[in-house]
T-cell receptor, first 111, second 117 residues
Framework: RKEVEQDPGPFNVPEGATVAFNCTYSNSASQSFFWYRQDCRKEPKLLMSVYSSGNEDGRFTAQLNRASQYISLLIRDSKLSDSATYLCVVNKAGGYNKLIFGAGTRLAVHP | GAGVSQSPSNKVTEKGKDVELRCDPISGHTALYWYRQSLGQGLEFLIYFQGNSAPDKSGLPSDRFSAERTGGSVSTLTIQRTQQEDSAVYLC???????????????FGPGTRLTVL
């Protein structure tokens, strides 16, 4: 089993749609959770951190369910510029800030 | 301020040759990471440096891969006797500052795209 698993996608949605991505992680001792965004042929950039029960930033909402070891990202009112790959990232507990990246979910927003 | 920089941006080499990839982290960041991303795949952890501590090399795929970090700043990833399966984008990230979020957040460089013919 992979340490971080995500919906592979791609998700093809029209502008204005609401889309949700899911992610599960295997290490129950993990403490830090993130969503990174990666545009085509670019480096990953931090989108949101998820530290407790959830986090909201404008159109983006991230939620964490520790009991189920599940993280989600909700994007409301999708924009064309939201088209990218969204990476679920989990801190590998025990020692230092070693991050484990999911393979990513690709989102394509069309007019 | 300046972000993480990497050089070269692209490298094409022949099978069997050695290559060196360079990473300049954000000034003052204590932690430095190397990752590899193959086409359409997620990021694969390679190696981690933190201050003067011994690096975590657990992600290096073979003994052909090595990395150094001189003076706690610049890092070089070396791949000896390159193979075609080494073709990938090699990404460097740094982290470490004041406050929890600053410590956790990894800032990535633009990567070096390595092609082994």
């Amino acid at each position: 089993r992979k340490e971080v698993e995500q919906d592979p996608g791609p998700f093809n949605v029209p502008e204005g749609a609401t889309v949700a991505f899911n992610c599960t992680y295997s290490n129950s001792a993990s403490q830090s959770f993130f969503w990174y965004r990666q545009d085509c042929r670019k480096e990953p950039k931090l989108l949101m951190s998820v530290y407790s029960s959830g986090n909201e930033d404008g159109r983006f909402t991230a939620q964490l369910n520790r009991a189920s070891q599940y993280i989600s990202l909700l994007i409301r009112d999708s924009k064309l510029s939201d088209s990218a790959t969204y990476l679920c990232v989990v801190n590998k507990a025990g020692g230092y800030n070693k991050l484990i990246f999911g393979a990513g979910t690709r989102l394509a927003v069309h007019p | 301020g300046a972000g993480v920089s990497q050089s070269p941006s692209n490298k094409v080499t022949e099978k069997g040759k050695d290559v060196e990839l360079r990473c300049d982290p954000i000034s003052g960041h204590t932690a430095l990471y190397w990752y590899r991303q193959s086409l359409g795949q997620g990021l694969e952890f390679l190696i981690y440096f933190q201050g003067n501590s011994a690096p975590d090399k657990s992600g290096l795929p073979s003994d052909r891969f090595s990395a150094e970090r001189t003076g706690g700043s610049v890092s070089t990833l070396t791949i000896q006797r390159t193979q075609q399966e080494d073709s990938a984008v090699y990404l460097c990230a740094s982290s470490g500052g004041r406050g929890r979020e600053d410590t956790d957040t990894q800032y990535f460089g633009p990567g070096t795209r390595l092609t082994v013919l």
